[in-house]
């Protein structure tokens, strides 16, 4: 995952990703010439609808979950929230890593400002100090798929604003959300599962063909502190014999460390 700063992921899906819904380009090009120039995309406040008034577009059962939804208002105490980072498959090396959210202060209207390390040493991710106060969204579900965006772009060499806007079309038309009971440190939580093939029918998916058929799984529950339990990609790998997959990558929530 590889993304330098620039606007925000939550712009970006909510405004850009509404006229992709309406009418997707479905070219591979950069149709987008007033989009703001980047190499890559900051964190932005996830969860809160920036640039686009929610009352007057329409969003998925899946958008509102992922993108206007206070993950974070089942927190009331500040401390730190554990997530531990697993990539493997057969396409190349894979790693396991951190990623720490800190809640450093709990807000009068209920937000909270935050500090985020996603990953670790040569792999950690920059993330602007200025997006990490005052949100409502767990801020990891942001910083995860715009590097999910850029590691496409390097995987494919192909452009990164395409499979945004794939992505956000797949949100917004074709995600499927379903409850799911999960097991965790030995109990069984409730939760939503959310779904999602964004290239499964792309035009032009012949162009990257071996990494078509990826798959996203979000598992969200109010029962787990930033109510992001798992975000999981995956891309099978057809031609392992013992069915094991080309890439796949899991973020998991650990465990929460609270003050007082």
Do not use: C
């Amino acid at each position: 995952m590889m993304y330098k700063a620039g606007i925000s992921l939550a712009v970006l899906l909510l405004a850009l990703g509404q006229v992709a819904s309406a009418q997707d380009n479905s070219d591979g090009k950069d149709n987008n010439k007033d989009e703001v120039e980047v190499n890559g995309a900051t964190l932005g406040r996830v969860g809160e609808p920036i640039a686009t008034n929610p009352d007057k577009v329409h969003f998925s059962e899946a958008e509102s979950r992922l993108w206007l939804a206070n993950h974070l208002k089942n927190i009331d105490k500040t401390g730190r929230l554990y997530y531990k980072f697993v990539k493997s498959g057969t396409y190349e090396n894979g790693f396991k890593d951190s990623v720490y959210l800190d809640i450093l202060k709990i807000n009068k209207d209920g937000t909270k400002d935050t500090n985020l390390k996603f990953l670790t040493g040569p792999r950690r991710q920059p993330v602007a100090p200025g997006n990490l106060d005052g949100i409502k969204g767990n801020p990891i579900l942001g910083i995860y798929m715009q590097g999910d965006v850029y590691e496409m772009n390097r995987l494919t060499h192909g452009n990164w604003r395409y499979f945004q806007r794939r992505i956000k079309f797949a949100f917004a038309n074709k995600a499927k959300v379903e409850p799911v009971t999960f097991d965790f440190k030995g109990d069984k939580v409730k939760g939503e599962k959310i779904t999602v093939r964004p290239y499964l029918d792309d035009p032009h998916r012949k162009s990257f063909e071996k990494f078509a058929d990826k798959t996203y799984e979000f598992i969200l529950s109010k029962q787990i502190p930033g109510s992001i339990y798992q975000i999981k990609t995956v891309i099978p790998d057809k031609s392992h014999p013992d069915g094991k997959p080309l890439l796949e990558e899991q973020l998991t929530f650990q465990r929460a460390d609270f003050k007082g």
